[in-house]
């Protein structure tokens, strides 16, 4: 975790004082793309040839379904208190 | 949303390669991956250094705006938690961690594969991919049943690119600064926030 944040902040700076390096930046962002793309290919990689795991899959979806539908159940219900209480306008409260 | 095909894409692209079982040994995922993995996070930090807009919009940074963010965090752990009192698979925090991508499904996905397993980097992989589809599926209908914040809240960390559309046509375009703000806020503590609740 430690690790994770540390390098994200040096990057961040590393970043900040690259803004207005437009090639760099575009560089950066492709590079970026690529990495998350092999990254994703390493996960399917890891998955495909792991038997247990694409059994197990169908009963991942659904358990990722669920987790999706709370998530969201959950946010827009604060959302709702927030718009209610701090955002709309009287006479406009009904959503 | 053409990039999130081209994502996907090389997700079925490694699972069809792992089942063929034909690569070379030296490209043993595991090995490297976690070097990987840091590089992204380096790359990634970057862009959100680098990026002036961003940086302009977080300047619009006042109480209210901020609570918009703070509540879909809050909503989402929330949610999540329900999940824990009827599903034995996961423990509280594994499903924090997955609840913590806020829909940023590939940098969640790879984060909790290195740092926990590729079985629980799928459940975040589809759970956030899930939640990007829902949101753009019923924007308008959450906007019906719970306010013009809604949509937002939903989209987590899309907010400030693929889900922005969709957020702008059901709640209006005055709402468009909100779910920038909120997306970005959201997009820099997902690395953070996952990395912590998975590490625990």
Redesign the interface.
Known sequence: MLIVAAIMFAGMLAGYLLRGQKKVLRFNARLTMWVIYLLLFFLGLAIGGDDYIMHQLPELGLLALVISVMAIAGSIFTAWLLWRFAFSKRGEDKP | MR?SF???G????????????Q?PQW?D??QY?TW?????????????????KALRTLATFNL?IL??PL??I???????S??WFF?Q??SLAE?LA??SGFGYY??S???I?E?HS??L????????V??EV??LLFAPF?????????P???G?ATSMDTTLPIITSASGKEFALIALFHGIVLTVLV??MV??F??F
């Open positions: 990039g081209t994502i996907l090389f997700f079925v692209l490694g699972i069809l390669a792992g089942r063929l079982n690569l490209l995922a595991g991956s990987v993995l840091y590089l992204l996070m380096f790359l990634v930090g970057i862009g959100v250094g680098a990026d002036k209210k609570m918009v509540s879909t809050t909503g989402t752990l929330l949610g999540v329900v999940v599903v698979q996961l499903l997955v609840g590939s940098l996905s790879v984060i594969t740092l590729a079985e980097g799928v459940v975040a992989l589809l759970s956030n899930i939640r829902i949101t959450f906007v019906h049943i719970s306010g013009k914040l809604s937002i809240a939903s987590g690395p953070f990395a912590f998975i590490t």
